[in-house]
C-alpha cells in the first residue's frame, strides 16, 4: 500500500486545478476578504462599543465571540487562499511548507467558528427551555 501512495501523492503534486477555477476561486475568497473583516470588525464594535450596554448579553458575547473567529479567518486564512489560488492559477509551484501552513490555519480557524456556532446552539436551546 505504501508503493501506492508514494506514487498518488507524486502525481497530486504535479497536476493542479484548471487555471478558470482557480482564478474563480481567487476572485471569491477576494470578495470573501472585502465582506468578511468590515463585517466582522462592526459587530464586534457594536458590542465594545455600546453606551448603555444593552448589547452584554450572553448571546451576543457569543456572537462577538464567532465574528472573533470569523475575523481570524479574514485576516488570516483568506490572505493565505489568495496567495495559494494565485500561485495556481498562474501555475507556480507551492512548497509543501505554504500548503500545510495554509491548510492547518485553514482547519484552526474553521473549528473556532464551529466551536463558536455549536456553543451558541447550545445557548440557544438552553434560554429556549
Known amino acids: 500500500m505504501p508503493y501506492f501512495q508514494g506514487a498518488f501523492e507524486k502525481r497530486c503534486l504535479t497536476t493542479g486545478a484548471p487555471s478558470l477555477l482557480a482564478f474563480f476561486t481567487l476572485s471569491l475568497s477576494i470578495l470573501f476578504l472585502m465582506t468578511n473583516i468590515p463585517g466582522n470588525l462592526l ?20 456572537m462577538t ?31 509543501i511548507t505554504e500548503i ?16 463558536s456556532l455549536a456553543s451558541l446552539a447550545i445557548e440557544r436551546y438552553v434560554a429556549i427551555r
Open 65 to 95: 465571540n464567532l465574528s472573533t473567529a470569523d475575523l481570524i479567518v479574514g485576516a488570516i486564512v483568506c490572505p493565505l487562499s489568495i496567495h495559494f489560488h494565485l500561485m495556481e492559477a498562474l501555475r507556480e509551484s507551492i512548497s
Open 100 to 115: 500545510r501552513i495554509f491548510h492547518l490555519s485553514y482547519f484552526i480557524a474553521s473549528t473556532a467558528s464551529v466551536l
Open 43 to 62: 459587530v464586534i464594535l457594536a458590542v465594545l462599543r455600546d453606551p448603555y450596554k444593552n448589547l452584554r448579553s450572553p448571546f451576543n458575547i457569543l
